[in-house]
């Protein structure tokens, strides 16, 4: 079945960076966009930005822009998210998402991932 | 950037009721470009609608979207004990965008 399956939770100090990865399997990965999209404790979500798993082109929210690089490895069809400079701002659950719609890097998302809880913290 | 406002924040409904969850868009949305998710504590999100009323996989027939332009309406015509969650609208027609969410809570 198709899956997107994350890493583990992360514990970080401010200033440091994290890399979260994000492995599709059950379908073929370079025809399908991954999006990643963060929630902080007891709020809503918030889109980060879109990689192109074929070419690795990239697209990030205007907020990530400098601080945040998307990648992908085709060869084990997994995903990376990593987010540098952090602070107790960036406490969240990291989610992944296969962006299924029909007009390239702008569709809905399905499935997504288990989510990886970030904590930046001292 | 397009912003969403979904209403109420909380809705209180017992089993079987109606609920009726509403989303405006701060700009026109061409072709409906408009997704519905659910998401349980704990839990991702899960898709249940995208193109404003088309329902995704899986999903009840008791779960119906409807609406164009800047307003839509996510409707659960009978609400099963499984139902009771938070739920998103998402913006995908210009960059993407998500609603603050609302909650769906047993009375």
């Known amino acids: 079945q198709v899956q997107v399956v994350q890493s583990g939770a992360e514990v970080k100090k401010p200033g440091a960076s994290v890399k979260v990865s994000c492995k599709g399997s059950?379908?073929?990965?370079?025809?399908?966009?991954v999006h990643w999209v963060r929630q902080a404790p007891g709020q809503g979500l918030e889109w980060m930005g879109w990689?192109?798993?074929?070419?690795?082109?990239?697209n990030y929210a205007q907020k990530f822009q400098g601080r945040v690089t998307m990648t992908r490895d085709t060869s084990i069809t997994t995903a990376y998210m990593e987010l540098s400079r952090l602070t107790s701002d960036d406490t969240a659950v990291y989610y992944c998402?296969?962006?299924?719609?029909?007009?390239?890097?702008?569709?809905?998302?399905?499935?997504w991932g288990q989510g990886t809880l970030v904590t930046v913290s001292s | 950037e397009i912003v969403l406002t979904q209403s109420p924040g909380t809705l209180s409904l017992s089993p079987g009721e109606r609920a009726t969850l509403s989303c405006r868009v701060s700009q026109r949305l061409s072709s409906s470009y408009l997704a519905w998710y659910q998401q349980k504590p704990g839990q991702a999100p899960r898709l249940l609608m995208y193109a404003a009323s088309t329902r995704a996989p899986g999903i009840p027939d008791r779960f119906s979207g409807s609406g164009s332009g800047t307003d839509f309406t996510l409707t659960i015509s009978r609400l099963e004990p499984e139902d009771f969650a938070v739920y998103y609208c998402?913006?995908?027609?210009?960059?993407?965008?998500f609603g603050q969410g609302t909650k769906v809570e047993i009375k």
């Open positions: 998402a296969r962006d299924v719609g029909t007009v390239v890097g702008s569709g809905w998302f399905d499935p």
């Open positions: 990689v192109n798993p074929k070419k690795g082109n990239t």
């Open positions: 998402q913006q995908y027609g210009t960059s993407q965008t």
């Open positions: 059950g379908y073929t990965f370079t025809d399908y966009y």
